[in-house]
């Protein structure tokens, strides 16, 4: 059997978000749209259309409530998987709040979308 380096168990979820890519300083350098592929209380795959060519980004999503929900992430991994499908391992870098909020908000969301409305 493989060893599993993950800290954490992945979930897979397929969710739209919104990311800003950062310089060193903090600064917006630029943004865009992408999916999810799965999430764990460590980190997130994500799928986006362009190659992610920073080290730190913000990932934004909004709850149900439409309250912004934010957290910052470290690209730890990128590989191209086709034309215009990229994916990016993201190290979270939030509180542990902040982590849990993000992961169950993202979770929910999946789910919320799965289920038949009443």
């Known amino acids: 059997m493989a060893d599993e380096r993950r ?14 890519c950062l310089d060193e300083d903090g600064h917006p ?8 592929v799965d999430i764990s209380q460590g980190g997130i795959m994500i799928e986006t ?3 992610i060519e920073t080290e730190t980004l913000l990932l934004v999503s909004v ?4 309250k912004v929900l934010e ?7 990128t590989r191209t998987i086709g034309p215009s499908k990229h994916l990016a391992g993201i190290q979270f870098k939030g509180t ?5 909020r993000m992961v ?7 789910h919320s979308r799965k289920s038949p409305i009443r």
């Open 7 to 20: 800290k954490y168990p992945r979930i897979a979820v397929q969710t739209v978000f919104s990311y800003i």
């Open 29 to 36: 350098i630029d943004e865009g749209m992408g999916t999810t």
């Open 49 to 51: 259309s362009r190659p």
């Open 63 to 66: 709850d149900r409530d439409k």
């Open 71 to 77: 957290i910052k992430g470290k690209v730890v991994y």
């Open 96 to 100: 542990p709040e902040e982590v849990m």
């Open 104 to 110: 169950k908000n993202l979770i929910i969301e999946f």
